[in-house]
């Protein structure tokens, strides 16, 4: 149990475009997802925390705007990278929250994002 | 914010030593320090976690111990494997989330 799932796994994209990404969570409902950013050989950096049904919040130098995140149900997270940039690319990782537990986290497979 | 230290960045072992890894942070009011273990392109998985009201934690070759006094918590691995070989990050809960030390290239040589 405590699947999650993102897609795509990969995309390319070219520069000025937008791209979204989709956080499943396959067998249970998760009130909270993360959206995390990893650049190669670096750590996961927390981009933001998704509630369902609310405004997700944001880590401190995380662009809103380009950045947009929506908890629309209970199984489902999108990352909306706007106006993508070469500097974006990254591995996007989401994770949500366990049921039942504030502490533990399944994460996601990831996403390759490659702005060209 | 908080912020957790993680050494040391890269290590290497022969098979079948021991390996450590160690952390250290700030905040004392951090209650759950998970370790979690990422192979390229994957993502991370959930190897050992220890609660604050715990000093040490085993599961096979895996150990976690936890010094709350001195803020400090340690990834131990015995009889290491080349299939051990991968980044491993500590990580603690603090202010509802979890931040992730900068992570162990561990590499097991045959």
């Known amino acids: 149990g405590a699947v999650v799932s993102q897609h795509p796994s990969r995309v390319i994209c070219k520069s000025g475009t937008s791209v979204k990404i989709e956080c499943r969570s396959l067998?249970?409902?998760?009130?909270?997802m993360f959206w995390y950013r990893q650049f190669p050989k670096q750590s996961l950096m927390l981009m933001a925390t998704?509630?369902?049904?609310?405004?997700?919040?944001?880590e401190q130098g995380v662009e809103k705007d380009k950045f947009l995140i929506n908890h629309a149900s209970l199984t489902l997270s999108t990352l909306t990278v706007t106006s993508a940039h070469p500097e974006d690319s990254s591995f996007y990782i989401c994770?949500?929250?366990?049921?039942?537990?504030?502490?533990?986290?399944?994460f996601g497979p990831g996403t390759r994002l490659t702005v060209t | 914010g908080e912020n957790v230290e993680q050494h040391p960045s890269t290590l290497s072992v022969q098979e079948g030593d021991s390996a450590v890894i160690k952390c250290t942070y700030s905040?004392?009011?951090?209650?759950?320090f998970p370790w979690y273990k990422q192979e390229l392109g994957k993502r991370p998985q959930l190897i050992i976690d220890i609660r604050s009201n715990v000093g040490e934690k085993k599961d096979q070759r895996i150990a976690v111990t936890l010094n709350k006094t001195a803020k400090h918590f340690s990834l131990h691995i015995t009889e290491t494997q080349p299939e051990d070989s991968a980044v491993y990050f500590c990580?603690?809960?603090?202010?509802?989330?979890?931040?992730f030390g900068q992570g162990t290239e561990l590499s097991v040589k045959p």
């Open positions: 905040d004392s009011a951090s209650n759950y």
């Open positions: 990580a603690l809960r603090g202010g509802g989330k979890l931040i």
């Open positions: 998704s509630n369902e049904g609310s405004k997700a919040t944001y």
């Open positions: 067998d249970f409902q998760a009130t909270t």
């Open positions: 994770s949500a929250r366990a049921p039942g537990t504030t502490y533990e986290q399944y």
